[in-house]
Every structure is written in structure tokens, then in C-alpha cells.
């Protein structure tokens, strides 16, 4: 039986890569904090809050009980807000420091122990934001480029692991994250989540030794803007 373990199982990309995975045949844990409606003999529904250090600990023993070892880690909750700068506060900075980037390290620091050598692949839900600024994303592009140095020099310390990364570079997709945002922008110009899954699909399935190390995507007519 092959695990997966995913993170921000509730909604958007999350919930779409779980229904994908339970239809492969994976066995599938997912943290989040709201839980989802999924109804699978294989997927199991963990509460998690990635930026409470106690609550990871609790859903690492929780997963202990189902399976000692993961082969598939995805790293995927976040949260992104768009504002001003001068409508940045220290809570609205720090939360999406404390979601996208310290809890996505408190996550890989408790996956440690499940890891398998030579075996374990971690698919990081990174974003186009890593790379480029965009206006009125400050808070949020710090934790994404925040969040894509602390796992290459993650990557580099577990060398000797033999793992398999994959960050993905996504561009804007068309989930409920957007909704949230009061932004101007067309879902149009974005990916839809079937687009996504498509890049997804050939990410897990990939040859073992393939190492897609840069793989940005974005809608064919280019950046939002
Ligand atoms: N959509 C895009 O355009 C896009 C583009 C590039 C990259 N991404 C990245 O893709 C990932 C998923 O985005 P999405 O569009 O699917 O967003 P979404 O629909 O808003 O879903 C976000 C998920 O993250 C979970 N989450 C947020 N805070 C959490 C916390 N403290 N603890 C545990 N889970 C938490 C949410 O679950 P609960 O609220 O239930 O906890 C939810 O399941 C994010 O990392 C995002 O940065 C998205």
C-alpha cells in the first residue's frame, strides 16, 4: 500500500489532488483544519494547523497509528491575502509567515521519521510567486520565497536521503483562494484546476529518477497583471 501524505486537504488544489490520489489507488492522510466531505475507505481526515507546532506533533502521531513510512508528500497548505503596504500589519505578515513558511518547516521537520530512502517523494506547492514580486503581494511573496529557501537547503541536507523534490512554480489557478481575495483579476487568465491536475499527474507519475527541479507553469497569455 502506497501513502500520501497532503497538506490543505479542504479545498482548491489540495482537495482536487486528494480526489486524484484515492482514485490512483493511494492511501491517503490529509491535514487541514476544517476537514473535508471526502468519503473514501483510503482516506484518512486529520485536523491539522500547520502553524501550531503541538498540533503537527499531534497529527505525526496520529499518522504513526496508520503507517510508519510516506511515500508521497505534498506540501500544499497556504494562505495568501492581497493588501497595500500600508495596509500590512504585523498579524496579516506574520500569518502567512507562520502558514506558508515556518509550518510548511514544522511539517517537514515531523515528516523525518517516514521518510524512506531512496523512495520518498516531497511535491512542494511553491508558486510563480517564489520567483517574481507582484503588487500587493508583499506578505505573501516573502513566505513563498521564504518557503523555497528553506526547502532547497532542506533538499541539500538530506542529500544523503536520496529523496525525490519536486517544487512546483504554478502559476494562478482558479480556486476558492481567489475568491477570497477581492481581486481584479479574470479567472479567465488563470488555470483552471483540471490544468493543474494535468501538470500534477505527470509530476507523481514521472520515472523515479526524474528530476524536474524548475517546473514553472502559467496560463498561455502570461502573467496576470
Ligand atoms: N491558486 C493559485 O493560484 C495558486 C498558485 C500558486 C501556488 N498556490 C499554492 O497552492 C496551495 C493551495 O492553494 P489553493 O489555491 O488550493 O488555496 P485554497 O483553496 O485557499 O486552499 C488552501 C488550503 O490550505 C489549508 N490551510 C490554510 N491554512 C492552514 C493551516 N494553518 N493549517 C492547515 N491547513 C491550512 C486550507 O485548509 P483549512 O482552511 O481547512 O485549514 C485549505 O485546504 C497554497 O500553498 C498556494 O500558495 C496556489
Known sequence: ?????????????????????????????????SGTDIEDEN???????????????????????????????????????????????????GMHLATNTLGAF???????PFLIEGETHIISLLSTA???????????????F?????????QKEWKNLKLRFT?????AVD??????????FSNERMLSVEEFLYVFDFVVNAPKNLRLADLTFIHREGFLE
Not at 489540495?14 to 484515492?22: C, D, R
Not at 480556486?175 to 481584479?184: F, I, M, Q, V
Request: hydrophobic share 40%; charged share 20%.
Open 106 to 112: 514544522f511539517m517537514l521537520q515531523g515528516l523525518k
Open 43 to 93: 482516506f484518512y481526515d486529520l485536523e491539522l494547523d500547520v502553524t501550531d507546532a503541538e498540533a503537527v506533533d499531534e497529527f505525526y502521531r496520529t499518522l504513526k497509528d496508520l503507517t510508519p513510512k510516506v511515500h508521497l508528500f505534498i506540501q500544499n497548505a497556504g494562505v495568501c491575502e492581497m493588501n497595500p503596504v500600508s495596509k500590512i500589519d504585523i498579524e496579516n505578515f
Open 1 to 33: 500500500m502506497k501513502w500520501a501524505v497532503i497538506t490543505g486537504s479542504s479545498s482548491g488544489l489540495g482537495l482536487a489532488m486528494t480526489s486524484y490520489l484515492l482514485e490512483q489507488g493511494w492511501s491517503v492522510a490529509g491535514g487541514s483544519r
Open 167 to 171: 517544487p512546483l512554480y504554478s502559476g
Open 146 to 154: 521564504g518557503q523555497r529557501g528553506m526547502l532547497e537547503s532542506i
Open 175 to 184: 480556486t476558492p483562494l481567489w475568491g477570497n481575495l477581492n481581486s481584479e
Open 130 to 144: 517564489s520567483k517574481f514580486g507582484y503588487p500587493e503581494m508583499a506578505a505573501y511573496n516573502a513566505s513563498k
